[in-house]
C-alpha cells in the first residue's frame, strides 16, 4: 500500500523552509538545482565531524569511524538503487567529476571507426564528457533527437542510429530542463542488442521515483545526493565486472579492486553521513516496517503520487496565466511521463526579469539554459536567455503553486 504524503508535517524537518525574504515566506522552487536538507541530514555531518574526522584505513577509533561512515552510505545507496552489492557503488566530488572520470576510462576501450550515441535532451554532464573522450579516441557520435512540440525522446529513431560499431549509449533517465522521463529500460536493451554499454544520468529523476538498476539493467547510472535532500556528493552505480576490468585512472598505491579505485582522492566522511541520513529519510516516508529497500520503493511511491498532484494543479492553473507558455508534456493525463518540473516563457518578458521579479517577491527560481544546453538550442531559446524553470518536490504544497500562479498573473497582467 502507498502511504499518504502530507507535506505540512514534513516541512518542520527541514529548516531553511523557514525562512523569509523580506515579508515574503521563501517558496523553494529550485529543487531541480538542488534540494533542502532535512535536520537529521544536517545533524548526521555536524554529529561526524563533532566527534572527530580521520582518513580511512588506520587502526584507530576515529579512522575506523570513517570507515564505518563509507561502509553505512555504500550500503544505503545500495538500497536506493537496488544494486546487487555495495561494491557497485561508488563515491565522488559530483556527477559530472565521475563521469567524466569514467569517460576517460571507457574511452580507452575504443578505437578509431566505433560510434557512440548521445542525446539532446540531456544535462551536458552527459554530453561533454562523451564527446571528449570520442574526439580523443577518433570515435564518431551520433544524436537521438527529440520532439520539439512536447519534448519527448525520439526513441523510434534509436534503432536506426545503433550499428555493430555503437560503443556506448547515453541518456537521462529525466529532463533536468523538461521534466520528460525516458524509456530507459527499452533504450538498454536495445544498445544491449548491439553489444553497447549504457550509461544512465539520474540526477533529475532520483528524487521523484524509485530506481531499480537490476531491472533496468543498465551498466552504469549516476545521481547526486544534493538533488535528494543530502549533501553535495555523487554516486556512481556500475556493474562490479565493468568497474573492476576498467582500468581507471588513480594515483599509486590505491586500491586495485573496486569501489576503492574509482574513489580518487580522500572521501568527505561528513557528506558520507549525510548521504546514509538522507536516504534514511526517504526510507521513513514508506513507514516503519520492512527491510530498507522495500520502505524506500514505498516512500518514493507516495513522493511520486503526491508530486502527480502537484504537477496537475500547476498545469491546470497555468492556463489561467495570460502568454504563459509550458514547454514539455502538459496532458494531465500523461504526468507519469514526466517530473514536476517544467520550462516555461511568459510573453513580453525575458527570462532573466521573470526569474528576478519572482525572487523579489520570495519565489526561488532559475532562469537560463541549466547546463541544458542541446535542450535549449534544439527548442531556439538559448540565444534569448533560455527558459525559466520551476521544480516542484515533496516538501512543496498546493498553497505555494497558487501564490506562484497568482505573482504570474500579477507580472502577466
Known amino acids: 500500500m502507498i502511504p499518504n504524503l502530507d507535506p505540512h508535517p514534513l516541512r518542520a524537518q527541514f529548516p531553511a523552509l523557514g525562512r523569509t525574504v523580506g515579508p515574503y515566506p521563501a517558496v523553494f522552487l529550485d529543487g531541480p538545482g538542488g534540494t533542502q536538507s532535512p535536520t537529521r541530514v544536517i545533524d548526521a555531518m555536524a554529529g561526524y565531524l563533532r566527534r572527530g574526522s580521520s582518513n580511512h584505513g588506520g587502526p584507530f577509533l576515529t579512522s575506523r569511524e570513517a570507515d564505518a561512515t563509507a561502509e553505512a552510505a555504500r550500503q544505503a545507496m545500495r538500497d536506493l538503487l ?140 549516476a545521481c547526486s545526493v544534493y538533488k535528494f535532500f543530502g549533501p553535495h556528493t555523487g554516486v556512481l552505480y556500475g556493474k562490479y565486472e565493468w568497474l573492476d576490468r576498467l582500468n581507471a585512472y588513480k594515483v599509486r598505491p590505491a586500491a586495485d579492486e573496486p569501489p576503492g579505485k574509482w574513489e580518487t582522492g580522500t572521501q568527505s566522511y561528513e557528506s558520507l553521513s549525510g548521504v546514509t541520513a538522507a536516504v534514511d529519510y526517504l526510507a521513513d516516508l514508506g513507514g516503519a516496517d520492512g527491510p530498507r529497500r522495500e520502505r524506500l520503493v514505498r516512500g518514493m511511491a507516495a513522493i511520486k503520487a503526491y508530486e502527480a498532484e502537484l504537477s ?14 509550458v514547454y514539455g508534456i502538459t496532458d494531465v493525463e500523461s504526468l507519469a511521463r514526466r517530473t514536476p518540473t517544467f520550462a516555461i516563457a511568459l510573453a513580453g518578458h525575458a527570462p532573466e526579469d521573470v526569474a528576478a521579479w519572482l525572487g523579489e517577491r520570495g519565489f526561488f527560481v532559475w532562469h537560463g539554459h541549466y547546463y541544458a544546453i542541446a535542450v535549449m538550442e534544439r527548442l531556439g531559446t538559448l540565444d534569448r536567455g533560455g527558459l525559466v524553470r520551476v521544480g516542484f518536490v515533496h516538501y512543496n504544497t498546493i498553497e505555494e503553486i497558487d501564490r506562484l500562479l497568482a505573482a504570474l498573473r500579477q507580472l502577466a497582467g
Open 312 to 325: 496537475e494543479h500547476f498545469l491546470r492553473g497555468a492556463t489561467g496565466v495570460p502568454g504563459l507558455r
Open 82 to 221: 537496488n544494486a546487487r552489492r555495495p561494491e557497485e557503488i561508488v563515491f565522488g566530488q559530483n556527477m559530472t567529476s565521475l563521469t567524466f572520470s569514467l569517460s576517460r576510462a571507457i574511452a580507452q576501450t575504443w578505437q578509431p571507426g566505433d560510434e557512440i550515441i548521445v542525446t539532446r535532451i540531456d544535462h551536458d554532464a552527459n554530453i561533454s564528457p562523451w564527446l571528449r573522450a570520442a574526439e580523443d579516441r577518433g570515435v564518431a557520435v551520433r544524436w537521438l533527437d527529440f520532439d520539439p512540440t512536447d519534448c519527448t525522446l525520439a526513441l523510434d529513431a534509436l534503432p536506426g542510429l545503433l550499428t555493430e560499431r555503437t560503443r556506448l549509449v547515453a541518456i537521462n533517465y529525466a529532463s533536468n530542463a523538461v521534466g520528460t522521463i525516458s524509456d530507459v529500460a527499452r533504450v538498454v536493451a536495445l544498445a544491449h542488442g548491439v553489444g553497447a554499454l549504457t550509461y544512465v544520468d539520474a540526477v533529475h529523476y532520483a528524487p521523484h521515483d524509485v530506481i531499480d538498476v537490476q531491472a533496468l539493467d543498465c551498466d552504469f547510472l
